[in-house]
C-alpha cells in the first residue's frame, strides 16, 4: 500500500457526462501529480501539483481540469467525455516536486473510466 | 521537449540476468527513475539516479550517464514475479517546470 488513495475505483459512463477522480496523497506529501494510461500506452502525464499551486502542465485537454486543495487532496475533473478517455487515470505524489531526494512519485491504485 | 526510449519487449528465463536500456533526449535534466508496474496495477518505485555510476539495490541495480543520456536496468536473479512493465522516467527542471515524464516502458516476459 502506497498511502495514496484514489476514488472511485471503477467508473463507467456516458458520451457527454463529466466525472470527477479524488486523490488523498501520502501523509506529508506536497506534491500531487495526475498521469493517463490508455490501453498498452505508457503514463501520459496531464499535470503537477504542490502545495495546492499548479506547478507543471502536460498534454491535458481543455476539457479536463484539476485542483489542489487547502487539505492537499486533489481531484480531477473530466468534462464532455468522449470515447477515447476510457482510460487508467493515476494520481502520485511525492514530498518534494522535481529532483532530488525526497521526490520519488508514489502511486495509487488508479481510477479505470470506461466511457460507453 | 523530452524524449525517452526504450525497448518495447524483452523476454528473459528464470534465474537469468537482463538489462533494461534506456535512452532520453531532455534539457534541464535533473534525474532518472525506474518503476516496476504489473498489469493492471500502480507503479512501484525501483530507483533513483541522479549522478553518474551504478546504484544497488538487492537483486536490482540502475546506472546512469548523464553525458550520454543513458540508463539501464539491471536484474538479477530473475524470479517469476518479476514479469512486468519497467518504467524509465526522466525528471527536468525549467521554468520550474519539474515533471516527471515516463517511457512507454519495457515489457519484461520471464521463462520457467
Known amino acids: 500500500d502506497s498511502g495514496v488513495t484514489q476514488t472511485p475505483k471503477h467508473l463507467i459512463t456516458a458520451t457527454g457526462q463529466r466525472v470527477t477522480l479524488r486523490c488523498s496523497p501520502r501523509s506529508g506529501d506536497l506534491s500531487v501529480y495526475w498521469y493517463q494510461q490508455s490501453l498498452d500506452q505508457g503514463l501520459q502525464f496531464l499535470i503537477q501539483y504542490y502545495n495546492g499551486e499548479e506547478r507543471a502542465k502536460g498534454n491535458i485537454l481543455e476539457r479536463f481540469s484539476a485542483q489542489q486543495f487547502p487539505d492537499l487532496h486533489s481531484e480531477l475533473n473530466l468534462s464532455s467525455l468522449e470515447l477515447g478517455d476510457s482510460a487508467l487515470y493515476f494520481c502520485a505524489s511525492s514530498v518534494e516536486p522535481g529532483a532530488g531526494v525526497n521526490t520519488e512519485a508514489f502511486f495509487g491504485q488508479g481510477t479505470r473510466l470506461t466511457v460507453v | ?112
Open chain 2, 1 to 112: 521537449g523530452q524524449n525517452i526510449d526504450q525497448p518495447t519487449e524483452m523476454t528473459a528465463t528464470e534465474g537469468a540476468i537482463v538489462q533494461i536500456n534506456c535512452t532520453y533526449q531532455t534539457s534541464g535534466f535533473n534525474g532518472l527513475f525506474w518503476y516496476q508496474q504489473h498489469a493492471g496495477e500502480a507503479p512501484t518505485f525501483l530507483s533513483y539516479n541522479v549522478l553518474d555510476g551504478l546504484e544497488e539495490k538487492g537483486r536490482f541495480s540502475s546506472f546512469l550517464s548523464r553525458s550520454k543520456g543513458y540508463s539501464y536496468l539491471l536484474l538479477k536473479e530473475l524470479q517469476m514475479k518479476d514479469s512486468a512493465s519497467y518504467l524509465c522516467a526522466v525528471t527536468a527542471e525549467m521554468n520550474r517546470d519539474d515533471k516527471i515524464i515516463f517511457g512507454k516502458g519495457t515489457r519484461l516476459h520471464i521463462l520457467p
